[in-house]
């Protein structure tokens, strides 16, 4: 028997998390392919067998995917707390710290994870590390601060890299800002990096999610294996 590809353990983790919801909840709805596969997953459900919940979308392309299914969205002013959200993520640390915006939406996604009860990961174990920083983390900027911003990175010992669409034009966020790939730097003190982050000007938001997540469904060859906080 051939073992499952990447794919294939995303869809599993992203089937495991449909036992989290109930009817009637507000569910935040994350970006990425693991995160899409569990929203169509979701939409099936709302689509086919009349489950009744609204979601909070955290990108345009969630959004979209998620009516074309009938899952009515909603603002965040309408619903401010939400009962659970469930994202993939780029790197799964010890104590359920991740870095996300590999797919540059985590302006959006941090702000509907934040306003969540149970947020909760979904991913295949090629996300799980002892330490952050393989995967760069992602900075999100305002154009003016741009330069200041990166300066400021690289004194972090970063190496910074202005995220690019295909064709060579700046990346631009779903809020309009740019994106900085930073790399070559092994995290040792996340919640310290952080709150450099956090008090700097200009910044927007950055890619470490510390203390959000309460679980993470992983899966690998041997099944899905939960990780608590
Ligand atoms: C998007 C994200 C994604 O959740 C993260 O990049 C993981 O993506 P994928 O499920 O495609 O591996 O943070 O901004």
């Not at 540059?104 to 909760?120: D, H, N, Q, Y």
Request: glycine content about 10%; overall charge negative.
């Amino acid at each position: 028997m051939s073992s499952p590809n990447r794919l294939d353990l995303k869809l599993r983790a992203a089937q495991r998390a449909i036992d989290l919801v109930s009817p009637g909840m507000t569910v935040g709805l994350g970006s990425g392919s693991t995160a899409t596969l569990w929203i169509r997953l979701l939409g099936e459900q709302v689509r086919d067998r009349g489950l009744t919940i609204r979601a909070v979308a955290s990108s345009e392309d969630s959004e979209h995917l998620a009516r074309s299914f009938g899952i009515p969205i909603v603002a965040l002013e309408e619903s401010r707390q939400l009962d659970l959200t469930v994202d993939g993520a780029d790197e799964i640390a010890p104590g359920l710290a991740l870095i996300k915006g590999g797919g540059g939406k985590l302006l959006r996604e941090k702000i509907v994870a934040s306003a969540t009860k149970r947020f909760v990961i979904v991913a295949d174990d090629s996300k799980v590390v002892d330490k952050l920083g393989n995967h760069p983390l992602p900075v999100e900027v305002i154009h003016m601060a741009a330069p200041l911003v990166k300066h400021s990175l690289q004194e972090l010992g970063f190496q910074v890299a202005l995220r690019r669409n295909v064709d060579g034009s700046p990346y631009i966020t779903d809020e309009g800002n740019l994106l900085f790939d930073c790399s070559g730097l092994l995290i040792d003190d996340p919640p310290r990096l952080a709150a450099i982050l956090d008090g700097t000007v200009g910044l927007v938001e950055h890619g470490l999610f510390l203390g959000m997540a309460s679980l993470a469904l992983i899966a690998g060859e041997d099944g899905v294996v939960e990780r608590k906080s």
